[in-house]
């Protein structure tokens, strides 16, 4: 029996937040749950020098897909920013992890800690308003 191929398109960053992003990742391995999956992404991210309008960086708003929940208009920021009530997720999460570097109609499979797997596709993207 084989074991299922999730799906992992090809994913951008920008130059200037790729060694930030993944200091940061390195620093919580102990602590946060998608530092891992953080680091896998920066890994095979192609970096850009500037991020286009329609992928996911640090700073956009995404409207998206998770698991067949809809989530609208949320930011993707630095963990101290993080907030879900304010419709804010740490790049640092597992989800936030593989927002990172998706563009506007690209979606990503992969398993989770809990062994389930799990699929996040993005709708929209708008870009940081900073």
């Known amino acids: 029996m084989s074991k299922k191929e999730y799906h992992r398109p ?3 960053i920008a130059e200037e937040e790729h060694d930030r992003l993944t200091s940061l990742a390195l620093s919580a ?3 946060a749950p998608g530092a891992v999956d953080l ?3 920066l890994s095979r991210a192609k970096t ?3 991020l286009p309008d329609n992928v996911v960086g640090v700073g956009s708003v995404a409207t998206f ?5 809809f989530y609208r208009d949320y930011e993707l920021v630095d963990p101290h920013r993080a907030d879900i009530a304010q419709r804010r997720i740490s790049v640092l999460t597992p989800v936030g992890a593989m927002l990172l570097g998706l563009s506007q109609g ?10 389930r797997a799990h699929k996040v596709f993005v709708e929209e993207v708008r870009p940081p308003s900073w």
Not at 106 to 115: A, K, L, N, R, T
């Open 10 to 12: 090809p994913i951008v």
């Open 39 to 41: 680091i896998t992404e």
């Open 106 to 115: 690209q979606s990503i499979e992969w398993v989770g800690p809990d062994d």
């Open 65 to 69: 897909e998770y698991d067949s929940a």
């Open 48 to 50: 850009v020098e500037k």
């Open 29 to 31: 391995l102990e602590r």
